[in-house]
C-alpha cells in the first residue's frame, strides 16, 4: 500500500512560512484526491486542507487565507504552504491520498512536526 512521506516541519517562529511537502510514490499520482490533516497533542486529526485530482482546493475555516495547498503530479508531491502560522497550528501534519468517493487509498505516514513558538 501506498504510504506517503511528509517533510518540511520543524520549530517555527509566530508569523512564520513554512512548506511541507508530501511525497507519494503512488501510480496514477494526479488521479488522487490528496488531504492535509494534523493532529495536536491530546486532540483527534482534523481535516485542514484538500487537493483534488482537478486542482479544486478547500480549506477548514482556521486556515483558509493563511494556507494554501498545491500539487506537482510529475513529482508524486504535493505540498502545503502555510503562511502567518499561529501557535494553535501546532501539531503533527499528515497527507494521504483517497478517491473522489472518499475512500483513503493509502495509509498514514509519519506526518511531520510543526511546533509554532517564540
Known amino acids: 500500500q501506498v504510504q506517503p512521506v511528509e517533510s518540511g516541519g520543524g520549530l517555527v517562529q509566530p508569523g512564520g512560512s513554512p512548506r511541507l511537502s508530501c511525497a507519494a510514490e503512488?501510480?496514477?499520482?494526479?488521479?488522487?484526491?490528496i488531504d492535509w490533516h494534523r493532529q495536536a497533542a491530546g486532540e483527534q486529526r482534523e481535516l485542514v486542507a484538500t487537493?483534488?485530482?482537478?486542482?479544486?482546493?478547500n480549506y477548514t475555516d482556521s486556515v483558509q487565507g493563511r494556507f494554501t495547498v498545491s500539487r506537482d503530479n510529475s513529482k508524486k508531491t504535493a505540498y502545503l504552504q502555510m503562511n502567518s502560522l499561529k501557535p494553535d497550528d501546532t501539531g503533527v501534519y499528515y497527507c494521504?491520498?483517497?478517491?473522489?468517493?472518499?475512500?483513503?487509498?493509502?495509509?498514514w505516514g509519519q506526518g511531520t512536526q510543526v511546533t509554532v513558538s517564540s
Open positions: 503512488a501510480p496514477f499520482f494526479s488521479l488522487y484526491t
Open positions: 487537493i483534488t485530482s482537478g486542482s479544486r482546493t
Open positions: 494521504i491520498g483517497r478517491n473522489a468517493a472518499g475512500t483513503q487509498l493509502w495509509s
